[in-house]
């Protein structure tokens, strides 16, 4: 190979590289889990005019065992944030859980 190639096929490299890097350095870091500072406004979102806290799906009362659930799926880009949350009783949450997967 020429000395003339190598350079080129070198700057070439550098310039993948660098571009590879600048890809990286702008991808923000994910969470999957919301914060309870989230967790807290998702469940007063669904305070019913009565007071009461029920499950998104269901109407159950017992909010201190909700699951807290991704209305688009983290796995297909959903953000973990408030717009994006739903309080749900663990059954409604399997029961959706499931669905979404293709298990019922």
Known sequence: ???????????GIIIVLVFIWLLLKGKK???????????QAILERQRGTD???????C???DYKYFQFH??????EGGETCVDNGA???AKCHDIFTRARNGKE
Not at 1 to 11: D, K, S, V
Not at 51 to 57: D, E, L, P, T, V
Request: proline share 5%; aromatic share 4%.
């Open 59 to 61: 109407g159950d009362t």
């Open 29 to 39: 870091e994910r969470r999957r889990e919301f914060t309870e500072a989230e967790k």
């Open 87 to 89: 309080g749900c009783c």
């Open 51 to 57: 007071g009461i806290i029920r499950c998104a799906m």
């Open 1 to 11: 190979m020429e000395p003339i190639q190598q350079l080129e096929l070198g700057i």
């Open 70 to 75: 991704h209305k688009i799926p983290f796995c």
